[in-house]
């Protein structure tokens, strides 16, 4: 079955970095498009980046362009989101979501002083 887990989260400073990964299972990870979303409290959840299955392709929500990248190693079956300059507002869980209908569990990131 898919599975997708996310990990490096936490906390961090204001203009701070973090990187997150999207380990993924039970499906042809090299030839899927992948993406990360996030929902911050009583806010909808979003799209923040996708990229395509050979990595070639890839789109940002205009409030994280610059700043974050989106990437994937498909010899590990991982995906990641390398974020930069992180604010306040960056602060939410953030999900990876792949075929149109497979979650991850999440993993928060907190950018506070």
């Known amino acids: 079955q898919v599975q997708l887990v996310e990990s490096g989260g936490g906390l961090v400073q204001p203009g701070g970095s973090l990187r997150l990964s999207c380990a993924a299972s039970g499906f042809t990870f090299s030839t899927t498009a992948m993406s990360w979303y996030r929902q911050a409290p009583e806010k909808e959840r979003e799209l923040v980046a996708a990229?395509?299955?050979?990595?070639?392709?890839?789109n940002y929500a205009d409030s994280v362009k610059g700043r974050f990248t989106i990437s994937r190693d498909n010899a590990k079956n991982t995906a990641y989101l390398q974020m930069n300059s992180l604010k306040p507002e960056d602060t939410a869980v953030y999900y990876c979501k792949t075929m149109g209908k497979y979650w991850g569990q999440g993993t928060q990131v907190t950018v506070s002083s």
């Open positions: 990229i395509s299955g050979a990595g070639t392709i890839t």
